[in-house]
């Protein structure tokens, strides 16, 4: 049973977000207010179960099957709570509920057939269904139903009095069909109970193929290939508004892409786009429901391998091992169901990712040991967006429902990092003592000293290509083992 929540006391500033932003030209606006039901202390439980049997059949000298099911018992569910009153907030003490309870079944399925009957080639397939693990810890599953989990509301804000602070009576706090500064609301009010019986848990398919054959003696090469197909996706941590469907969003408006600098008028300004607003009918509380929400199978994810690999075990001291891998994404970048018009831009991870590695160690005599592996990865893909405000710089029809859009630019890969290059070394030198060992070793981890891009952004504006992840620099560790 896993039991996550989180403890949120006010904040002395003011239970609330303020949002500046250029206006007009003009830098540092007052345009937006989130509020926040701050004090709070959230529980949110979750009790899984699982039992796993397997059997082997050696259907003949040279098959031999594997089969195998696993058994899932999940149960999300929410105690009772007590929500303290506040600015934004009033005090209320809710009931428990039961959020779903699921029984998953997962067939797994090996063969390996023995082809010359020598030992030396090795064919073998494998099946596998797996449920995906609901979040327990960080966005536990059950965060979107409970009454006292934050709820987040957001208004247009008119700085009346220029203090660059909210004041009472700055705010129509209204959250009423047709209010003027209502914005959006994320709270248990405004959320669907989940059927458990509709909902499905994501589920990935796995089928292997590979066929392996001894080279020479001590030497063996592979061929494998793996498709995985992702099903029942959903977003964890964005759920849909159900309230507010796609047929809405039916006010198109034109702007400039402003290219990568994120400014108009320029020399890398690109074409003109259309973004989505929603019909003012549909504004207030009332249109918003959120819910979770399966993407249909006509939209899983897949992801297809191969890779050639080589392998010479351990003997006359040394061992040595490589391997090449392609990998097809056809990957949705949109992980929850596609809500309205501006999300439909580019909407497909459709890339290759390449990777390399080889590893080998010797031993010298007295027993000086020395490894490495070397690994070599294809630089990450990305795509640019922009976000679109609510006023248009070049003077045309503003947003009026939604505060801003961000919109895909391009096809995803159309930006890609670095390669990747990672190695790690060791030596290590073993003293025998009786039938006692005693082993000293250094480890060199990213020898290299690789920092090249893991993350990079490219939102148009300042920060476009700003890295905002590398790999950790170059650690050496000793260590000591003592075996007897």
């Known amino acids: ?187 248990a009010a405004n959320t669907q109970p989940l059927d458990d019986k509709t909902f499905k848990v994501p589920t990935t398919h796995e089928v292997t193929a590979s066929i392996e054959r001894e080279l020479i003696t001590n030497m063996s090469g592979r061929v494998l290939y793996v498709y995985k197909r992702f099903v029942n996706q959903y977003d964890i941590t964005t759920p849909i508004n159900i309230a507010r469907p796609y047929s809405v969003y039916n006010i198109p408006l034109t702007r400039r892409d402003p290219g990568p600098d994120g400014v108009t008028g320029t020399a890398d300004d690109g074409g003109v786009v259309t973004i989505y607003d929603y019909d003012p009918a549909y504004r207030g509380a009332a249109f918003t429901l959120n819910a979770r929400v399966n993407r249909p ?30 990998t097809k994404q056809h990957k949705w970048i949109q992980v929850g169901v596609i809500e309205n018009p501006n999300q439909n831009p580019f909407p497909l991870d459709e890339t290759w990712n390449y990777q390399f590695r080889l590893n080998g160690s010797y031993t010298f005599p007295f027993d000086i040991l020395f490894g490495g592996t070397l ?32 919109l895909r630019l391009e096809p995803f890969g159309s930006q890609s990092g670095p390669v990747q290059n990672y190695m790690d070394l060791r030596v290590g030198k073993t003293f025998r003592v009786g039938e006692r060992r005693f082993e000293a070793s250094v480890d060199a981890i990213n020898a290299l000293n690789t920092n090249v891009a893991q993350s990079t952004t490219y939102v148009s504006g300042p920060t476009y290509g700003q890295i905002v992840l590398i790999p950790a620099p170059r650690i050496v560790r000793f260590g000591i083992q003592y075996s007897f």
Do not use: C
């Open 1 to 187: 049973m896993s039991t996550a929540g989180g403890a949120v006391p006010n904040h002395p500033a003011g239970n609330y977000i303020l949002v500046f932003d250029t206006v007009g030209g003009v830098p540092h606006q007052p345009v937006e207010i989130t509020t926040f039901s701050f004090p709070l202390n959230a529980l949110n439980r979750l009790n899984l179960d699982g039992i796993y049997g397997t059997d082997q059949w050696r259907l003949s000298r040279r098959v031999t099957l594997n089969l195998g099911v696993r058994y899932d018992y999940k149960h999300s569910f929410i105690p009772q709570q007590i929500q303290e009153a506040s600015t934004f907030v009033v005090g209320k003490t809710y009931a428990p509920i039961d959020v779903g309870k699921w029984n998953l079944w997962s067939p797994r399925a090996a063969v390996a057939w023995d082809i010359t009957g020598s030992g030396k080639t090795v064919a073998k397939g494998t099946y596998g269904k797996y449920n995906n693990q609901l979040p327990y810890y960080t966005n536990n599953f059950a965060d979107m139903y409970n009454p006292v989990v934050a709820t987040t509301t957001a208004y247009r804000w008119h700085d009346l009095n220029g203090d660059n602070d909210y004041q009472p009576g700055e705010v129509n706090l209204s959250t009423a069909a047709g209010s003027p500064d209502f914005l959006s609301i994320t709270s």
């Open 375 to 406: 690994t070599t990865l294809s630089g990450v893909k990305g795509q640019r967006t922009y976000v679109f405000r609510a006023a248009d710089p070049l003077g045309g029809p503003p947003l009026r429902q939604l505060s801003t859009v961000t």
């Open 297 to 326: 199978d006509s939209q899983a994810d897949v992801a297809q391998t191969i890779e050639v690999a080589a392998q010479k075990r351990l003997s006359n001291r040394w061992s040595l091992g490589s391997s090449f891998g392609a």
